[in-house]
Nanobody, 123 residues
């Protein structure tokens, strides 16, 4: 059974940090680009970051550059998103998604999705 499971969300104060994980099962992670997306209430789901299959290439949405770092360990079948200097506008449900092929911006190109983990940045 193909599955992605996110974890690590929670409540954090502005300026704080959180580390999200995305555990993959049921498919060979090495063959898939992995994207992190987020969706705030009343807004469209947007891409945050994407890692190529080998992890050699990673891109970031402009608002998170320099604050978020994405990494992956294909042997452990896990992808990570380290989020530092969090802001209130980072509050959203965060999802990881897998695509058989290179990173692309459109969420509709990703075949597998996790259930999401809530990140709330508030004082």
């Amino acid at each position: 059974q193909t599955q992605l499971v996110e974890s690590g969300g929670g409540l954090v104060q502005p300026g704080g940090s959180l580390s999200l994980s995305c555990a993959a099962s049921g498919f060979t992670l090495d063959y898939y680009s992995i994207g992190w997306f987020r969706q705030a209430p009343g807004k469209e789901r947007e891409g945050v970051s994407c890692s190529s299959r080998s992890g050699g290439y990673t891109n970031y949405e402009d608002s998170v550059k320099g604050r978020f770092t994405m990494s992956r360990d294909n042997a452990k079948k896990t992808v990570y998103l380290q989020m530092n200097s969090l802001k209130a506008e980072d509050t959203a449900v965060y999802y990881c998604a897998a695509r058989f092929g290179p990173c692309v911006g459109s969420r509709f190109e990703y075949a597998y999705w996790g259930q999401g983990t809530q990140v709330t940045v508030s004082s």
